[in-house]
């Protein structure tokens, strides 16, 4: 069994796997590895359809190898991707206001996200309502993350699991 967390950008996706289980991945970190390349060089050197497939085939192989996943904000753009994320039975979407995302995303100087970085603020809008209703549909439990430290939204996961 593998916890899967979904949710957009800056949800804290990453940061409350790690804190979780030492048995986490990160997929946008495996896929770092694996190809010796930062996500957001990726995406520019292959494209973006290139990185949704790889999204694909790095989510099916380590779902069931670590207690705990954390996916891109993306992972539900490949409707492959979204028919899994059905039949699995542990899907936590990570949900925040889109002004709370926002807030984070400009803080993170760290990570680099195309996405991010070249949409305008209405597209990165329109983007969250589309990719908000999927992630809903997909979840098996939502944590509402807004205005919550990492140690809150942390307890209320281990409530659950
Ligand atoms: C993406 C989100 C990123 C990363 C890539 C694409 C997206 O992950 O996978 O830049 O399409 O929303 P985070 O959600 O961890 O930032």
Known sequence: MSIILIGFMGA?????AKLFSKNYIDLDEYISKKFEMEVSE????????SFRKIEEESLKSLVGKHEIISTGGGIIE?????????NENNVVYLKADFNCLLQRLEKDKINRRPIFENLVRKELEELYYKRS????????EIID???KKVEEVL????EFY
């Open 78 to 86: 490949s409707l492959q991707n979204q028919k899994f994320l059905l």
């Open 155 to 158: 307890a209320i996961l281990k």
């Open 133 to 140: 209703i999927i992630y809903e549909i997909l979840a098996d």
């Open 145 to 147: 993350t807004t205005d």
């Open 12 to 16: 804290g996706k990453s940061t409350i």
């Open 42 to 49: 990726y995406i520019n050197k292959k494209g973006i359809s």
